[in-house]
């Protein structure tokens, strides 16, 4: 089964180019962290209040989800 040439154009893909190396030694690590802004040690110890909080009202959440799901398996 012979084919003609307009097939075995449109067949033909070009070879993916491999992605090229860093040169420069700058090029091979992480960039460089932004600084922090500079916070009141108060501003902090109020986020991190505020965050225990959240996380004890959704930990009271979770607590009421699995005894909701306990009764509905015993059931």
């Known amino acids: 089964m012979s084919r003609s040439k307009g097939e075995e154009k449109a067949a033909y893909r070009p070879p993916v180019p ?21 916070t009141a040690t108060e501003d902090v110890g109020k986020a991190l209040k505020q965050i225990l909080d959240r996380l004890d009202v959704i930990e009271k959440r979770l607590e009421n989800i699995e005894k909701m799901l306990m009764t509905r398996q015993a059931v």
Do not use: D, I
């Open 18 to 38: 491999m992605p090229r190396r860093p040169e420069r030694p700058e090029e091979l690590g992480w960039p460089s962290p932004t600084p922090m802004p500079v």
